[in-house]
C-alpha cells in the first residue's frame, strides 16, 4: 500500500493591470495569447475550446524528464467579467491536484483592470502542495502582466 494524502487549500491573489478589461479577456480567450504567456508551451502543445464546457489542454516536458500535463474544463463564462473552471495536473506520476479557479474582472480607478484570482484545491500526494501552486500560479499572473505591457 502506498501513502496516500489530500491537502485542502484555497488562495487568493490580486493584480492591478494598465490595460482595458476586453484586453485582458481576451488574454484568457486566445488561444496563441494563452499559449504564450501561461504555459510557453510548445507548438501543437497546448489547445483550448474557450466556451462553457469547452476543454484546455497543455501537455509539454516537465520538471525532472517527466510529462506535465494540464486538463482544465470551462465551467462558467461571463465575457470581461469572470472566468470559472476546473483543471488536474499530472507530471507523469499520477494526479498532483484537483482545482477549482475563479477569475474576477472589474475595471480600477486608474482605467485599467483589476483582477482576483481564487483557487481551491486538492492537493495530491505530497506533489509540492499548495504553496507550490501559489508561486506557480504568481508567477503566471506576473507573465500576464508582462504580456499586456507588450
Not at 59 to 76: A, K, R
Not at 90 to 100: K, Y
Amino acid at each position: 500500500m502506498t501513502d496516500r494524502s489530500v491537502v485542502h487549500a484555497t488562495f487568493t491573489l490580486k493584480r492591478d493591470y494598465p490595460a482595458p478589461r476586453a484586453r485582458v479577456f481576451a488574454a484568457f480567450a486566445d488561444p496563441e495569447k494563452k499559449r504564450q504567456w501561461a504555459y510557453g508551451a510548445p507548438e501543437g502543445g497546448h489547445a483550448l475550446d474557450f466556451r462553457v464546457g469547452g476543454r484546455e489542454t497543455v501537455n509539454m516536458p516537465g520538471p525532472g524528464g517527466g510529462t506535465f500535463t494540464y486538463e482544465g474544463v470551462y465551467q462558467d463564462i461571463i465575457e470581461g467579467e469572470r472566468i470559472v473552471y476546473t483543471y488536474t495536473i499530472d507530471f507523469g506520476g499520477g494526479s498532483a491536484a484537483v482545482t477549482m479557479a475563479t477569475v474576477e474582472l472589474a475595471d480600477s480607478k486608474d482605467g485599467g483592470t483589476h483582477l482576483k484570482f481564487t483557487e481551491q484545491g486538492a492537493y495530491l500526494d505530497g506533489f509540492d502542495g499548495p504553496k507550490f501552486w501559489e508561486s506557480g500560479t504568481t508567477s503566471l499572473l506576473d507573465r500576464l502582466g508582462q504580456s499586456l505591457a507588450d
